[in-house]
Antibody
Framework: EVQLVESGGDLVQPGGSLRLSCAAS????????MTWARQAPGKGLEWVAS????????YYVDSVKGRFTISRDNAKNSLTLQMDSLRVDDTAVYYC????????WGQGTLVTVSS | QSALTQPPSASGSPGQSVTITCTGT?????????VSWFQQHPGKAPKLMIY???KRPSGVPDRFSGSKSGNTASLTVSGLQAEDEADYYC??????????FGGGTKLTVL
């Protein structure tokens, strides 16, 4: 069974940093693009970033460019989102998803940015 | 990176059919056959219902179908059931290497 389990969500002050992790199982992780998406409270879904199978290509939504970094460790079947210079409007549930379009999703982890 | 356009709400009675549209541009929906549709119940993670415009993952009822014409994609739910009441989101690849989501449509089963 394909499983994606996110962790690392927390309450952080504006300007702070947070590192999200996603543990993947049930499929050959290195065969797939991986994606982070988010959903602010009461709002719609938003694609955040995607990384190619070998990590050689990474793409970001404009609002996080220069602040967030997506990376992966194929040996450990894990995906990471390093979030720096966090802003109040980064508050959201962050989902790890398989594929560029996010065809299989984890259950999400809540990031709250507030003073 | 503008969002795709969906109607905020749609509704139908049990047994009826309802179609939700998702409008983009020639740089996203019109350029790629990579449109997906997701169902989200309150407090739950999104669930894939349609991918690559028309394909249905295993386990998704054939009451759900997808199509595309030009820059607009559509999701049709036939034989509406109470459990179909949820939020529905579309997404598409875009030529800027981005992935765009629609704003979501709240489907109400009357």
């Amino acid at each position: 069974e394909v499983q994606l389990v996110e962790s690392g969500g927390d309450l952080v002050q504006p300007g702070g940093s947070l590192r999200l992790s996603c543990a993947a199982s049930g499929f050959v992780f290195s065969n797939y693009w991986m994606t982070w998406a988010r959903q602010a409270p009461g709002k719609g879904l938003e694609w955040v970033a995607s990384v190619k199978q070998d990590g050689s290509e990474r793409y970001y939504v404009d609002s996080v460019k220069g602040r967030f970094t997506i990376s992966r460790d194929n040996a450990k079947n894990s995906l990471t989102l390093q979030m720096d210079s966090l802003r109040v409007d980064d508050t959201a549930v962050y989902y790890c998803a398989r594929g560029r379009a996010g065809l299989i999703w984890g259950q999400g982890t809540l990031v709250t940015v507030s003073s | 990176q503008s969002a795709l356009t969906q109607p905020p709400s749609a509704s139908g009675s049990p047994g009826q059919s309802v179609t939700i549209t998702c409008t983009g541009t020639s740089n996203d929906i019109g350029a790629y056959n990579y449109v997906s549709w997701f169902q989200q119940h309150p407090g739950k993670a999104p669930k894939l219902m349609i991918y690559e415009v028309t394909k249905r993952p295993s386990g998704v009822p054939d009451r759900f179908s997808g199509s595309k014409s030009g820059n607009t994609a559509s999701l049709t739910v036939s034989g509406l059931q109470a459990e179909d009441e949820a939020d529905y989101y579309c997404n598409s690849f875009a030529s800027s290497n981005d992935v765009l989501f629609g704003g979501g449509t709240k489907l109400t089963v009357l």
